[in-house]
């Protein structure tokens, strides 16, 4: 019986998949260059269990052309996936400039999040982005800064993009609209952004006020709950997950039971919010704060 956890192997799968797109090149010919049987490639794409050693694995990344940076991420993945639960720690298995989550972002259908203390990636203005990545990385070079920032805009495509935009539900703590990030005109700037977004028939951005204490009776961080949609059959193209991020790596759950948790937690705090108007007005007010 396999016990790993699937996340990692869907990843590897995409990521793998994605790349043999790229080039136009069918499995078949892919398996046959890199000394793999197309049956073994088949399963790596879909995110099944199967065994392939390091060597194989690197062997079919140099065929499909990847970066060395994105093999040893490709080889973290395949070494994660044989553990119980995946906790990912920047730096460890998988290098700490490769972004996993995106993979699995770009995949959704649908982000339920919720966020204490900061506006999210995908509705943050640029200079807002920019404050943040300049104060999280000091010592970096600016090409390393104008990377973060390109990284964190080209994520946004999913929210506005005219095709299958991703279905947002956002619950933002008060405070993240009251914390000044990059200065007065930077957040007024952002919270404008906020509420101008927030008209868009796939987005929803609810703001849980102080008023309402703590309406959870824990203190709840941040978190994201991500669902990928069905298939033409009507079956879920992948369970859903739940994305923890925290200051020194990510977590993410898949079991039905935590995201069910997750699920019902993200319930109590939106109905604890305001609705969307009143979340518009208090957005506007405090942009309005923020400059006087």
């Known amino acids: 019986m396999d016990s790993g956890s699937t ?3 869907r990843q590897l799968g995409k990521y793998l998949r994605d790349a043999r797109s790229a080039l136009s090149m069918s499995q078949e010919s892919a398996a046959r260059l890199a000394d793999i049987s197309s049956s073994v490639l088949q399963r790596l794409e879909k995110g099944e269990p199967t065994r392939l050693k390091v060597r194989d694995l690197e062997a079919l990344c140099e065929v499909l052309e990847m970066p060395a940076d994105t093999t040893a991420a490709m080889v973290g993945l395949l070494r994660q996936a044989a553990e119980k639960s995946w906790w990912y720690v920047y730096g460890d298995l998988i290098p700490a400039n490769f972004d996993v989550y995106v993979g699995f972002e770009v995949a959704a259908r649908k982000l339920t999040i919720y966020q204490p203390a900061l506006v999210p990636g995908l509705l943050q203005t640029s200079d807002y982005t920019r404050a943040l990545v300049l104060a999280a990385n000091p010592s970096a070079s600016d090409d390393e800064h104008t990377r973060r920032l390109e990284l964190r805009m080209k994520r946004q495509a999913i929210v506005t993009r005219k095709r299958q935009a991703v279905s947002l539900d956002v619950v933002l703590h008060e405070s993240a609209l009251r914390s000044s990030v990059g200065g007065p005109t930077v957040m007024a700037a952002q919270l404008r952004h906020l509420a101008e977004i927030g008209k868009l028939p796939n987005v929803s951005i609810r703001v849980l006020p102080f008023s309402s204490g703590t309406p959870v009776g824990d203190p709840v961080g941040q978190f994201a709950i991500l669902e990928f949609g069905e298939d033409a059959k009507g079956d879920p193209v992948w369970p859903p997950l739940v994305y923890l ?14 995201v069910e948790r997750y699920d019902q937690v993200h319930q109590v705090l939106r109905q604890a919010s305001l609705d969307e108007t009143a979340s518009r007005s208090l957005i506007r007010q405090v942009a309005k704060e923020h400059v006087e």
């Open 7 to 9: 996340l990692p192997r």
């Open 245 to 258: 991020e925290m200051f020194v790596g990510s977590m993410y759950l898949e079991k039905p039971d935590d």
